[in-house]
């Protein structure tokens, strides 16, 4: 690689919960740069959490960041071509990429579910997140299985 890798751009926290996490996600659900649009989805989503989770005694933020990492892959498969043939070599996944996966995998599923508004998609989303199931949770879990499949290979790893 001759170019010099881009300098890791600093998100700012977002207004309500001060949270660069929530930011970052935003940006992931973020369509044609409408960030305002982005944020009320997200806060509604978050409300209709709380509303939902009463009996709970967590916080619907913190039930969004539980759900987040019940949807966070820890391994996934790469191709790696070796002597004439493809093979899926089962790495790890780095830190970052973990965190920006489980957010894409989430806004992906919220937009394919079936609902009225945006908010209660997503709101659907985080609470089959949280109890394990859903779209993104079953993503995670194809991707544990494709890289347990595949641990033949891992000698392969670059």
């Known amino acids: 690689m001759r170019k010099t890798k881009p300098k890791k ?8 919960y001060s949270d660069v996490l929530v930011t970052q996600f935003v940006n992931n659900l973020m369509l044609k740069g409408k960030k305002s ?13 709380g509303e939902k989770m009463k009996d ?6 913190d039930i969004w960041k539980k759900s987040l990492e ?16 493809n093979f899926q070599v089962p790495t790890e996944v780095r830190p970052e990429r973990k965190i920006s996966l489980s957010m894409k995998n989430m806004v992906l599923y919220s937009r394919k579910r079936s609902g009225k508004s945006m908010a209660e998609k997503l709101c659907a989303e985080i609470l089959a ?3 394990e199931e859903g ?12 890289a347990e499949a595949n641990k033949a290979f891992a000698h392969f790893r670059f």
């Open 37 to 49: 649009i982005a944020y009320g989805i997200f806060y509604d989503a978050i409300n209709m959490v």
């Open 56 to 61: 709970s005694d967590k916080a619907p933020l």
């Open 129 to 131: 997140a949280y109890n």
């Open 9 to 16: 751009r600093i998100l700012l926290p977002d207004p309500k």
């Open 135 to 146: 779209g993104a949770f079953k993503r995670k879990e194809d991707m544990h299985k494709m």
């Open 70 to 85: 019940n949807i966070t892959p820890q391994v996934e498969v790469k191709s790696r071509r070796v002597g004439g043939a």
